[in-house]
């Protein structure tokens, strides 16, 4: 299984490229170009074998997936809790304000280390909670205006939107495929949106929790103990 899901990346990778972005948009990253051996370690350890349930984020954090090439992937909790850590090169154009440093980025990413944080305090052990869960992105581009501001994919215009999400559309649809879960949860509203538009009407649940982002005023107020409140209203054990 995790070798038909490095397959998968690496193929939805090659058709990125054939991709053109315009302003706002100033630099494009593809950690599954230059962080490629730690995002396939994590494919590798933690993709065998059917995930119950599959939480779907949605792009790389600058100080995140950008980073380390897993999503959601705080240094500190890629390196010391999930056990990963690997050569990470660099974008070939680089925003001078958002350098990737790989796993020496000392910027800590506030989304991952709630999400990662709330699976060690939870299950302990990195294996027992991905016995039951596995971490996907929708897309795994980032994408940065000239000032280094994060743009999300939903702010693309539409003619860009249009091709790049019909590529993400068809990973993730293999890629739950791949995986057998019962349900998907899309990590905040833009993930399940795309949750629903890519597997259609199927037998797989899509649900949604809310994303970590501090830019969320509820994360802020005990994030863990809320998601897995929603967890348990979309019929997840925890």
Sequence with gaps: ?????????????????????????????????????????YLTRYGSGPKPVVLLGMNPGPFGMAQTGVPFGDVCAVRDWLGISADVARPLHEHPKRPVRGFSCERREVSGSRLWGWAEQRFG????????????????????????RNLTPDKLPASERGPL??????????????????IVIG?????????????GSGPIRIGTILHPSPASPKANRNWAGLAEEQLRACGVSV
């Design 165 to 182: 999400f019909e590529l993400c559309d068809r990973a993730l649809s293999q890629t739950i495929k791949v995986l057998e879960p019962e």
């Design 125 to 148: 052990d990195p294996q027992r909670f991905f016995e039951q869960f596995f971490v996907v992105n929708y897309c795994p581009l980032a994408f940065m205006e000239e000032s280094g």
């Design 1 to 41: 299984m995790s070798e038909e899901l490095i397959r998968i990346s690496r193929r939805l990778c090659k058709q990125l490229e054939g991709l053109n972005f315009s302003a706002p948009v100033a630099y494009v990253y593809n950690p599954l170009v230059y962080a490629r051996r730690p995002h396939e370690l």
């Design 187 to 199: 990590v905040g509203a833009f993930a399940e949106q795309r949750a629903r538009q890519a597997l």
